[in-house]
């Protein structure tokens, strides 16, 4: 079975500072995708960015970008210049191509703080 | 951007009462819906998953009798708890995904329902 562990459950940052987030996953498929979701105190999921397996390309977002090893089973979320919006609980996830019907396996969450 | 949007945002109610979620894709058709639990601080489980016009898949764990899923049309799935007791309350979250040939469709989210038993 496949799974998501996030090993930070906090993390704090200085605004306009670069932080990341660790991420490692455990599959033997070898074609997937990967998410990072936001998730703010409204509790609104917010997708921050996708990687699909496959590509070997790491994935950006404006001040957001990953450092994919797929070797490794790494997922590792970069926000740069952070802004006091960036403040949440961010979500690393999983999500199969073939079988487990398109469902999503969820890390444990990392609570972001933003220091002004 | 795909919405999802899911009904009530709270419920408060008594020992006893069923509860029923709405959960609608507003702008896409969605073949495949998720249905999540959600505990303060913590992740998100994922209790069933449900596809049109057919019976929901449940997580183990998962008591079918008592979280009946319903997935009449491609743009409602509802969530109903039945006999809602003090621990059923939680925050209940769902999402869609959207019909398509692509296998790479991302799962968009509703606000989430938080349900309280007293």
Redesign the interface.
Known sequence: AQTVTQSQPEMSVQEAETVTLSCTYDTSESDY?L?W?KQPP????I?VI?Q?AYKQQNATENRFSVNFQKAAKSFSLKISDSQLGDAA?Y?CAY?A??NQ?????????T?LSVKP | GAVVSQHPSRVICKSGTSVKIECRSLDFQAT?M?WYR?FP????M?MA?S?EGSKA?YEQGVEKDKFLINHASLTLSTLTVTSAHPEDSS?Y?C?A?ERSRF???????G??TRLSIL
């Open positions: 995708y998410f979701y409204s509790r609104q999921m997708l996708r699909e609980m979500f999500g191509i073939y019907g398109g469902k999503l396996i969820f890390g444990q969450g609570e | 495949t998720f959600q601080k913590q992740s998100l994922l998953t596809n898949t925050f979250i999402s995904r296998s790479n469709q991302p799962q968009h989210f606000d989430g």
